[in-house]
């Protein structure tokens, strides 16, 4: 009992946040009469979400170094757009021209790092003018029409699937495998970093306590790639979500990088007498930011198969509530990437649940304000008690 | 003043923080019209107590009963507490730099009519206050312009302000000079002969003895002896017994002296600019060094540029247009930024330590290991556990009281912050550690420690330069102290020469005509 309240009194922030996000399943599940779990749906969800989620993976990081960066949403679009130039109008290998266009993001991110790094304007005005800026370049790359098709090698990034490698039946197999070989993993790097801790002498989560982590995590997993298997199996996207989840969880955690990231947002006087090269820290946060936005633009415009002058219209605003919704501290030093995907999943379903139950954009909006606003007001109340 | 007209009752007094018990069954009587020492170790739970008292920690979040003026209270905020006349002026300053001291002053407590300043009257008024408190400047000054000593002074004419009865005031003199203390007690005085009580923390024994009626002793949560100055004879001895729990004769550990003949560090030429005015010259062709083994005092006035001596030899952290050389073991060297210098295994410790020494949301673990990450890291990849082995050791040989390496450095209290700072600095083995007002803020006890710390690192060969506003602190532990006025140094004086006055001469001497 007083382990899992510990445990309960130390993650409380986490834990509160998947409660959120399990309840608003729950809700919906319900509203919708069962239609929000079917394997058709949650495979829509994953891929509607998919460049949210990899622009709020970035935001998190801006935001830990208490910067904000409006300008994702006009990243997204212009280099989506110079996507469909460099594919549709010119006929490029694909491959070349995402490589172009991920190099085009960076570029854009180290701009902006510059001015906010090293010239020292706050960020809000840097991404402001960005905003606008790169608004109006992918009018004038577009010039105001809208590209398309583009060739199905690049449509595969963000809407198909990986083939079924035992591929007969209802099932894809070899979905559930890879989610059963993902469990394996899992318990495995779970015991053993028990094992390490015991060595250490360090406290560890008790055997019955632990074991039901391991069970609830295994059955998600299971469940979730259950149900994929059902539809047409793992979208390429969700692979490269996963490895995005993976990767920057490590460099946050794991890093001196992700050390001296925090650091520069909790305290950038302290962190630059640490010896912390904050300049460099902000200027490379941003950089990654227009990677991930390029990413995102690309993964967008191939969803739609063509690249629009109103492409990632407010991706900004859903990025951002995304990371706030998933525990950022606009003070910075604050936020976990876990929390950034969470909290894109929050106003991913929200979205998904009611569009399915034909409420209209006008109401969605407004209610997802309010979800935003009841989130942080709930984590503020709760931090003064 | 009869002994049983007690203004402020406080029964007891139990506060629980996760994994502390902060105070536990403290009592605290005050008389009316008297000014009431609280000393302590840091930790004790003074500042705690006092945040109880004001409402801070609301009503409900502890046990005990506040009985203030004969009514039992219970407050939920500072507005409830204010409104009785009970102000507080905290630890750390809570003044706003942006801001005039007039608009400070009557900030929340504006001389309006239908929600329009009057300023005129708020000018007048200020100045009237100014004058109480004796401060002689502009009130439409902005606060960060003015001392650190005049902003204390502007704190408690906020106080006054408010139709105080009880003013509290935490450690007031910590970051002031001893002439700005010493204006800071008079003015208590006075105020006391006007009839108001005061309630004064503090490290300093000495300004306890001097200007209070009666003295409370704090031990890790407990009360553990009122004594009335007026009726008993205390000696600092008998206090200092109570605080740490047992007998403290000397002040500044013994050292065995092994100072090598090696230059380990030397200075040389150094001018600094202002950042912002780049006209006026900080620092003028200063020139010291320092050898193996060998502890060297910079004494200096507030303003002599101590700090930004340090810091700009520390990575360029101060200044513009720097100017000199510096030679770490007869090599020259550059150190363009902060990691530079660490890497030349230099240190510096901040007199600052909330804003320049510790990231306060984070935990005592990340705090410790910042600055040296490569050393429980491979490849730039951390290992989570050295990490966690080496913050426990040196918890464990700072001697920080916290319930684990994992609580936020935020909830530490202020003396236990600064073992921290200097834990992290002592992490990265430094060869040459600037400490800067090493002491501040810090119990007897704890400085004691700090000391033998300090003291430890010289005998293992490390050089060691100090600055510090106490020349009683210098003088104890130094070899050697240079003195600083207005930029230059005035002075290199040998220990066995120095004392109290002779330092004081040449921190004074203005070689600007
Ligand atoms: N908000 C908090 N959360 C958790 N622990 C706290 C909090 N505030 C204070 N403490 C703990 O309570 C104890 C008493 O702290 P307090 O600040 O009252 O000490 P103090 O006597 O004022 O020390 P100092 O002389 O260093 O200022 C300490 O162990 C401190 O770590
Ligand atoms: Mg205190």
């Not at chain 1, 970035?58 to 460099?86: K, P, R």
């Not at chain 2, 502390?20 to 019209?33: E, H, I, S, T, Y």
């Not at chain 2, 100014?130 to 960060?144: A, C, Q, T």
């Amino acid at each position: 009992m007083e382990g899992i309240k510990q445990l309960l009194a130390s993650n409380i922030r986490r834990f509160t946040m998947i409660i959120a996000l399990v309840g608003i399943i729950i809700l919906f599940q319900i509203l919708t009469h069962g239609i929000l779990l079917t394997p058709l749906n949650v495979t829509n969800i994953i891929m509607q979400n998919s460049y949210i989620i990899v622009l709020a993976i970035g935001m998190m990081l801006v935001i830990i170094t208490g910067e904000i960066d409006l300008s994702v949403g006009s990243v997204a679009a212009f280099v989506g757009a110079v996507s469909g130039v460099l594919l549709v109008s010119w006929d490029l290998p694909v491959f070349l021209g995402i490589i172009i266009c991920l190099a085009l993001g960076a570029l854009i991110g180290a701009w902006q790092g510059y001015w906010v790094a090293y010239v020292n304007i706050p960020s809000f005005i840097v991404t402001l003018a960005g905003m606008l800026i790169f608004r109006g370049l992918t009018l004038v790359v577009l010039q105001g029409q809208t590209l398309a098709p583009f060739p199905d090698s690049f449509r595969k990034l963000s809407s198909s699937f990986i083939p079924d490698l035992f591929g007969n039946g209802e099932l894809q197999l070899f979905t559930i495998l890879i989610g059963l070989i993902f469990t394996v993993i899992y318990i495995v790097s779970e015991f053993s970093i028990r094992k390490k801790d015991i060595k250490y002498g360090f406290n560890t989560l008790s055997m019955p306590l632990l074991m039901l982590k391991i069970i609830l995590l295994s059955v998600v997993i299971n469940l979730f790639t259950y149900i994929l298997a059902q539809y047409e199996g793992l979208p390429y996207v969700l692979l490269i979500l996963v490895a995005l989840v993976l990767g920057y969880t490590f460099i946050m955690n794991k890093t001196v990088l992700g050390r001296h990231i925090y650091a520069v947002g909790g305290n950038a006087n302290a962190a630059k007498l640490s010896g912390v090269k904050t300049k460099r820290m902000k200027f490379l946060v941003f950089m990654n930011m227009g990677i991930l936005a390029a990413l995102s633009g690309m993964i967008f415009a191939g969803r739609l198969n063509a690249a629009t002058p109103q492409a990632g219209n407010l991706f900004e605003l859903d990025a951002i509530a995304a990371a706030v919704i998933g525990g950022a501290s606009f003070t910075g030093g604050i936020g976990t990437i876990f929390g950034a995907v969470i909290g894109a999943l929050v106003m991913g379903v929200l979205n998904n649940g009611m569009s399915l139950m034909g409420i209209g954009i006008d109401w969605q909006q407004a209610i997802k304000g309010l979800v935003l606003l009841a989130a942080v007001a709930f984590d503020v109340l709760n931090k003064n008690k | 003043m009869s002994v049983d007209s007690p203004i402020l009752e406080m029964k007891s007094i139990t506060k629980r923080f996760p994994g502390v018990k902060a105070l536990d069954d403290v009592n605290l009587n005050v008389q009316q019209g008297e000014i009431h020492a609280l000393i302590g170790e840091n930790g004790a739970g003074k500042s705690t107590l006092m945040k109880v008292l004001s409402g801070v920690h609301a009503y409900g979040t502890y046990e005990g009963e506040i009985i203030f003026n004969g009514s039992l209270c219970e407050f939920k905020n500072i507005n409830e507490s204010e409104e009785l006349g009970i102000v507080i002026i905290h630890q750390e300053l809570a003044l706003i730099p942006e801001l005039s001291i007039a608009e400070n002053i009557f900030l929340g407590n504006e001389q309006q009519k239908n929600g329009v300043i009057n300023w005129s009257e708020t000018l007048v008024k200020t100045i009237e206050l100014l004058k109480k408190v004796g401060l002689k400047v502009d009130p439409e000054e902005k606060i960060k312009n003015i001392g650190v000593g005049q902003q204390q002074l502007v704190e408690i004419a906020k106080a006054l302000s408010k139709d105080v009865r009880l003013l509290i005031l935490d450690e007031p003199t910590a970051a002031l000079n001893e002439e700005d203390s010493e204006n800071l007690l008079n003015l208590l005085v006075e105020l006391k002969e006007q009839g108001m009580t005061s309630i004064l923390i503090s490290h300093k024994l000495k300004e306890l003895l001097k200007v209070s009626d009666s003295l409370t002793v704090l031990r890790d949560g407990q009360t553990i002896q009122t004594y009335h100055l007026s009726s008993q004879k205390i000696t600092e001895s008998i206090i200092i017994k109570d605080m740490v729990g047992r007998d403290l004769t000397n002040l500044y550990p013994e050292r065995k002296k092994v100072i090598g003949n090696e230059v380990v560090f030397e200075v040389k030429d150094w001018s600094v600019y202002h950042p912002l005015d780049p006209n006026k010259q900080l620092l003028h062709n200063v020139n010291l060094k320092v050898k193996k083994g060998e502890i060297i005092g910079i004494a200096g006035l507030m303003g002599a540029g101590r700090t930004e001596l340090a810091m700009s030899i520390f990575g360029k952290s101060y200044g513009k247009k720097i100017s000199g050389e510096l030679y770490k073991g007869g090599q020259k060297i550059k150190l363009n930024d902060v990691s530079e210098a660490i890497k030349h295994k230099i240190a510096y410790v901040s007199e600052n330590r909330k804003d320049y020494g510790l990231i306060l949301i984070d935990s005592v673990r990340k705090n410790l290991t910042l600055s040296n990450l490569k050393k429980v890291s491979n490849k730039n990849i951390l290992n989570m556990n050295d990490e966690i082995v080496e913050a426990e050791s040196i918890k464990t040989k700072m001697n920080v009281k916290a319930p684990s390496i994992e609580q936020v450095t935020n909830h530490l209290s202020g003396g236990n912050q600064q073992k921290v700072v200097l834990g992290k600095w002592i992490f990265t083995d430094p060869d040459l550690l600037i400490l800067d007002e090493p002491s501040r803020g810090i119990d007897i006890g704890a400085k004691f420690e700090i000391y033998k710390i300090i003291n430890e690192l010289a005998e293992k060969g490390k050089s060691i330069i100090m600055i510090s506003s106490e020349l009683p602190e210098l003088l104890g532990m130094c070899d050697r102290i240079y003195t600083l006025c207005e930029g230059k140094i005035t002075a290199d004086v040998d220990i066995d020469e120095a004392d109290q006055e002779t330092l004081m001469t040449y921190m004074t001497q203005s070689w600007r005509s």
